[in-house]
């Protein structure tokens, strides 16, 4: 017989060998980070699907331990890695260490590292095998060459993604790394399911959702109070008629055993 005390623990991972790669320089640009943010907010819920996912930033892109080139994604997607906690907190992709290079990388262009965008780093990209390289530009072509460009390896070279233009201020191509088509709607970055046509929430829509679904819970909340509390009123309304129906009864007795007395 096997007790529950005599039941074997979970073995939890164990990082404690993990090294973290330093921190990057902080990020200054404020609209930068913003698009980061927007599209991590979107990206994340959708990609939980898939086993083995990372959506993550800010940390050091490599080869190996070795490599000391400054390769810094805004963003980097990977599916069907064994562990992506090791990643994280290996503080930085490492393509020996994964075992594959990233399926996903989104740079979004800024006064400062533009041009290095669409030049140096993709051509770095393709060096370090990386399925899809995109770039995102929310000024509108100041800072990158063009609002947004993807490109997607073949052999060992980048080959341009098609770019729908639907008008000048939006602008769309379908990324296969991620099945969806990744836009440039009015200056934000906009992910589409192709197969429902519609827009992965953003950061705004998923709060609204978030506030709609705590707003909704108060509501049941507040309802459920108030017909436990017609409930009580009720229980103690009826208990206080069966009261006076008892007194009433009482009093009646009293007045008979009085007139039968005289």
Same mark, same amino acid.
């Given at each position: 017989?096997?007790? +529950?005390?005599?039941?074997?623990?979970?073995?939890?991972?164990?990082?404690?060998?993990?090294?973290?790669?330093?921190?990057?320089?902080?990020?200054?640009?404020?609209?930068?980070?913003?698009?980061?943010?927007?599209a991590t907010a979107a990206l994340d819920p959708r990609l939980r699907r898939?086993?083995?996912?990372?959506? !993550?930033?800010?940390?050091?892109? +490599?080869?190996?331990?070795?490599?000391?080139?400054? =390769?810094?994604?805004?963003?980097?997607?990977?599916?069907?890695?064994?562990?992506? *906690? %090791?990643?994280?907190?290996?503080?930085?992709?490492?393509?020996?260490?994964?075992?594959?290079?990233?399926?996903?990388?989104?740079?979004?262009?800024?006064?400062?590292?533009?041009? %290095?965008?669409? $030049?140096?780093?993709?051509?770095?990209?393709? %060096?370090?095998?990386?399925?899809?390289?995109?770039?995102?530009?929310? !000024?509108?072509?100041?800072? #990158?060459? $063009? #609002?947004?460009?993807?490109?997607?390896?073949?052999?060992?070279?980048?080959?341009?993604?098609?770019?729908?233009?639907?008008?000048?201020?939006? #602008?769309?191509?379908?990324?296969?790394?991620?099945?969806?088509?990744?836009?440039?709607?009015?200056? +934000?970055?906009?992910?589409?399911?192709?197969? $429902?046509?519609? =827009?992965?929430?953003?950061?705004?829509?998923?709060?609204?959702?978030?506030?709609?679904?705590?707003?909704?819970?108060? !509501?049941?909340?507040?309802?459920?109070? =108030?017909? *436990?509390?017609?409930?009580? !009123?009720?229980?103690?309304?009826?208990?206080?008629?069966? +009261?006076?129906?008892?007194?009433? *009864?009482?009093?009646?007795?009293?007045?008979?055993?009085? *007139?039968?007395?005289?």
């Amino acid at each position: 017989m096997v007790t +529950r005390n005599a039941l074997p623990k979970p073995r939890l991972p164990d990082y404690s060998d993990i090294e973290p790669l330093p921190d990057p320089p902080k990020r200054t640009d404020m609209e930068q980070f913003d698009v980061i943010k927007e599209a991590t907010a979107a990206l994340d819920p959708r990609l939980r699907r898939r086993d083995g996912y990372l959506v !993550s930033g800010a940390g050091y892109l +490599r080869s190996d331990p070795e490599d000391m080139r400054d =390769f810094v994604p805004d963003i980097v997607v990977a599916t069907g890695v064994e562990d992506p *906690e %090791r990643i994280v907190r290996r503080n930085g992709y490492v393509i020996s260490e994964v075992g594959k290079p990233p399926d996903f990388v989104l740079e979004v262009g800024s006064r400062s590292t533009g041009r %290095r965008d669409y $030049t140096v780093k993709r051509e770095g990209y393709a %060096r370090y095998g990386v399925r899809e390289y995109w770039r995102f530009d929310p !000024s509108g072509g100041k800072y #990158h060459d $063009t #609002h947004l460009a993807g490109d997607t390896l073949a052999g060992d070279k980048y080959e341009p993604v098609q770019i729908v233009s639907e008008s000048a201020t939006r #602008h769309w191509g379908y990324s296969e790394a991620l099945e969806l088509e990744v836009w440039w709607y009015d200056g +934000r970055i906009r992910f589409r399911d192709p197969v $429902t046509g519609e =827009f992965l929430p953003n950061s705004d829509e998923l709060q609204d959702a978030v506030e709609t679904a705590q707003a909704r819970v108060e !509501s049941e909340r507040v309802a459920r109070e =108030f017909a *436990e509390a017609q409930v009580e !009123s009720e229980r103690a309304a009826r208990e206080a008629a069966e +009261r006076r129906v008892a007194d009433m *009864e009482a009093e009646l007795r009293r007045l008979r055993g009085e *007139e039968d007395s005289g």
